[in-house]
């Protein structure tokens, strides 16, 4: 299945799922023909059907003892050459991260490339794959949710349909997704995708123990461009107690971009 993420399923269910990539969606290792269709329905009602796009992202914070933080982030995405996936993240608030920038590019059958930018620091730093469990700016995301792996490593995961299950008085499909590789911070995931609206409402994460480690929930949708698409959404770390709260507003699937927007120099401006 093209584009999802082997490391993780989030970002493209919750923010790189409002902008579509214009590629197929393949078949995963293992997966019966009804499960690859499920799935693709389910990736293209998340998405715009556009090559590019802008967001604002509202981030809430809750530690385990209640203390809140709040993030404010501009959501830059573009797809042209090769349909490479190429998106910029910069933090507008609170003030001591205003500036701090996150540029994702995707690179044809290797891991992206991904950069950080500190403005105290002035200057920009590859972050290493081995990164990739670390939380993004204290969030209950890691940075492994971030990241488009490869779609040509399809073997690297194993995707299996469960029975049918209620949620929220829904009928929902339930898909098993199994990532294969050492890397993966996940030992299994579960989507519940919603029949009606083909829409993944519900992801439970698991660690490599197989003890359930994350759930994330899409809270809100919101009808753009014809299609339904999360704009709240909320990510329960079981482990820890802690809580990220995702809010999308200001999202423009229209937004004119370049390969410019998406530069080291960019995200210093």
């Known amino acids: 299945m093209r584009r999802i993420l082997l ?6 269910f919750g923010l790189l799922g409002f902008f579509a990539f214009g590629k197929d969606v393949p078949k995963m290792a293992a997966a019966v023909d009804e499960t690859d269709a499920i ?15 802008t967001a604002t992202i509202n981030m809430l914070i809750t530690s385990s003892e209640g203390h ?3 993030r404010v982030l501009l959501f830059k995405a573009l797809s042209e050459k090769e349909n490479l996936l190429q998106y910029l993240i910069k933090f507008l608030k609170p003030a001591d991260l205003k500036g701090t920038a996150f540029l994702v590019k995707e690179r044809k059958g290797q891991l992206p490339d991904q950069y950080v930018y500190v403005p105290a620091a002035k200057t920009v730093r590859r972050i290493a794959a081995g990164n990739a469990t670390s939380s993004f700016f204290g969030s209950d995301f890691i940075y492994a ?15 299996k349909k469960l029975p049918d299950q209620q949620l929220g008085g ?43 480690l994350k759930v ?10 014809g299609n339904f698409v999360p704009v709240d959404i909320e990510m329960k770390n079981l482990q820890t107690k802690s809580s990220t709260i995702i809010t999308v507003d200001n999202i423009d699937p229209k937004a ?14």
């Open 7 to 12: 490391l993780s399923i989030v970002f493209v």
């Open 145 to 159: 949710d971030l990241l488009p792996y490869p779609s040509d490593k399809k073997d690297d995961v194993s995707v």
């Open 256 to 269: 004119k971009l370049s390969p410019n927007d998406f530069t080291e120099a960019a995200m210093q401006r």
């Open 170 to 212: 829904q009928s929902v499909y339930v898909i098993e997704v199994t990532p294969k590789m050492a890397e993966s911070p996940y030992g299994k995931l579960l989507l519940y995708i919603e029949k009606a609206q083909s829409i993944a409402a519900k992801i439970d994460f698991f660690d490599k123990a197989g003890q359930p």
């Open 39 to 53: 799935l693709k329905k389910a990736f293209a009602k998340s998405m715009f059907g556009t090559s590019q796009g």
């Open 68 to 70: 809140k933080k709040e």
């Open 216 to 225: 994330l929930k899409v809270r809100k949708l919101k009808k753009i461009e």
